[in-house]
Nanobody, 121 residues
Framework: QVQLVESGGGLVQAGGSLRLSCAAS????????IAWFRQAPGKEREFVAG????????YNADFVKGRFTISRDNAKNTVYLQMNSLKPEDTAVYYC??????????????WGQGTQVTVSS
């Protein structure tokens, strides 16, 4: 059973940056794809970015637009989401999920508990 634990969320002003971490246990991320999703109040959970076990990455082109970067540190078994130029509309609970880089949350076998990101205007 893979366990994922997010950290790094918080309150930041618009234009600021945050780096989220997703620490995995139970499986090495060098053989496991991991993605970030987010869910704002009253909205559906949406795909943000994913990194495949092979190293390839993909992003949600609708809103990332070069502001976010997903990366991983195999030695620490951790995946990161660096978020720059944050906007109030980025406010959401951010989740990491394992087993895919699909847009569909149903394709993921494991989920973290989420970390809150709040961007003030």
């Amino acid at each position: 059973q893979v366990q994922l634990v997010e950290s790094g969320g918080g309150l930041v002003q618009a234009g600021g940056s945050l780096r989220l971490s997703c620490a995995a246990s139970g499986r090495t991320i060098s053989t496991y794809s991991i993605a970030w999703f987010r869910q704002a109040p009253g909205k559906e959970r949406e795909f943000v970015a994913g990194v495949r076990w092979s190293g390839g990455t993909r992003y949600n082109a609708d809103f990332v637009k070069g502001r976010f970067t997903i990366s991983r540190d195999n030695a620490k078994n951790t995946v990161y989401l660096q978020m720059n130029s944050l906007k109030p509309e980025d406010t959401a609970v951010y989740y990491c999920a394992g087993g895919s880089t699909s847009d569909k949350s149903a394709d993921y076998a494991s989920w973290g508990q989420g970390t809150q990101v709040t961007v003030s205007s």
